[in-house]
């Protein structure tokens, strides 16, 4: 069996029901996440803060499993490139500022976790953690839980497709094709896992091929084609939703950056790729298409890049005013509460204190 087309998948057009404000807001978040994601490039750079991680290029697959969720009753399971999922869910670019930061406001840890790991309880975000994967069989897990509680939810997990090399992933594959959860697993298949090509580290031509071992449909699709994700992705939890089990969908898409700010990916790519690569950008793509339809013009394009910046540049002052967190905080949240462990580091004093 090999992997569905998106035509062979979808049942009905889904972003038709998206109003022009729904495929303007689309358009906008695409852009914020951009300008958030490269002025954290910028201060990296600078010497600024220590890590970030980038989404860049991969931004129209992302979006559309933000726009596909429900946000505070599905529960999202993000890749840790995920930030523009994560701002059309809920969190604000300010959140993304604090956590980059390690600020005590971080909603995703209290200033605990490394940037992009993120996790927003009012959205059911649930964290990230840095060994990759093991965020797949979590969700496989809430998503059981969903079933037997015949709860009307959806859970949803994202990596990359590097990732799905570990075992973790085929574990939590496995037990969601068993029992027929109501899960889905999007790949954002940018090509690398890190520096390794994908025909290094898999035999089969598309990760969704890898669906029928599980018991269960997968989707490859243009992952850097707004309308096409929605599509595909909304399909997929509408079909979660019913009850017609777990889906694999594979995104096609593209990482216009070096893995993370510790990666110089002139060691492993060859310039001319990134350079064919841009023209694969999704922002672009999707402005073509909404000035098409009579939805975007350039002078309301250049407004809403205005806006995005203004809201770059005022998430990042009121980052840099909060205040980090008090070093007694370290342990908070460690242990359950009423242990021995919460005792102790409840009782805890900083000497000569």
């Known amino acids: 069996m090999t992997a569905l087309a998106p035509a062979d998948f979808v049942t009905r057009d889904w972003s038709a029901e998206l109003t022009e404000a729904d495929l303007l807001r689309a358009y906008g978040l695409m852009v914020l996440s951009r300008k958030l994601d490269e002025r ?26 933000g726009l596909a969720l429900r946000p505070g009753k599905d529960y999202y399971f993000p890749h840790y490139r995920d930030m523009v999922t994560v701002l059309a869910l809920g969190m604000r670019p300010v959140d993304i500022f604090l956590a980059t930061y390690g600020k005590a406001g971080d909603p995703n840890s209290g200033g ?11 959205a059911n975000i649930v964290s990230v953690s840095s060994p990759t994967t093991t965020q797949v069989p979590q969700c496989a897990g809430v998503a059981l839980a969903i079933k037997l509680k015949g709860e009307d939810r959806v859970a949803m997990c994202a990596l990359g497709e590097g990732a799905t090399s570990q075992g973790d992933w085929h574990e939590g594959m496995n ?17 690398y896992a890190i520096s390794v090509p994908m025909e290094k580290q898999m035999a089969v031509r598309s990760v969704a091929d890898r669906a029928c071992a599980y018991g269960m449909l997968g989707v490859s699709y243009d992952g850097n084609d707004f309308f096409e994700s929605y599509n595909v992705t909304k399909e997929a939890v509408e079909r979660a939703r019913r ?18 700010s510790d990666d110089d990916d002139r060691t492993y790519r060859d310039r001319a790729e990134i350079e064919a ?8 793509r999707l402005a073509a298409q909404l000035t098409a339809r009579g939805l975007l013009n350039a002078d309301l394009q250049a407004q809403i890049e205005r806006e995005a910046m203004a809201q770059v540049d005022q998430a990042l002052e009121e980052a840099l005013a909060a205040p980090y967190p008090r070093p007694e905080e370290a342990l908070v949240s460690v242990f359950a509460p009423g242990s021995a462990g919460d005792r102790f580091v409840r009782s805890w004093r900083p000497p000569g204190s």
């Open 112 to 122: 605990r976790q490394m940037p992009n790991h993120y996790n927003y309880r009012p």
């Open 175 to 191: 037990w969601a094709g068993v029992h027929k959860l109501p899960f889905v697993c999007l790949v954002e298949n940018n090509g």
């Open 40 to 65: 954290c490039w910028i201060l990296h750079r600078q010497g600024k803060i220590a890590f970030h991680i980038s989404g860049i290029g991969q931004e129209a697959c992302q979006l559309a499993a």
């Open 243 to 260: 009850g017609e089990g777990p889906t694999l969908l594979e995104a096609r898409t593209t990482r216009l950056t070096a893995h993370s």
């Open 277 to 284: 690569q841009k023209r694969l950008d999704p922002i672009p």
